[in-house]
């Protein structure tokens, strides 16, 4: 199973019902550890991209997003 991730893919849903990009909260790793316990299949990071963030942020969001972060 391959999964993407992006900034905007975890989302807080405000009072009143707004839904607006968190950032990178949980991360890629914990997100797809929950796929991974849900369907047992390998899984693969297929895509990301730090969307709306400068060239020299790269490098740290691919860190963030493939980080174990313990």
Not at 14 to 36: H, N, R, S
Not at 44 to 64: F, K, Q, V
């Amino acid at each position: 199973m391959g999964n993407d991730f992006y900034r905007r893919n975890e989302q807080i849903v405000k009072a009143g019902g707004a839904i607006e990009p968190a950032g990178d909260v949980y991360g890629w790793y914990l997100i797809t550890q929950q796929y991974y316990e849900r369907y047992r299949r390998p899984v693969m990071h297929t895509e990301t991209n730090n969307i709306g963030t400068g060239a020299e942020e790269a490098p740290r969001w691919l860190w963030r997003s493939s980080s174990t972060r313990g």
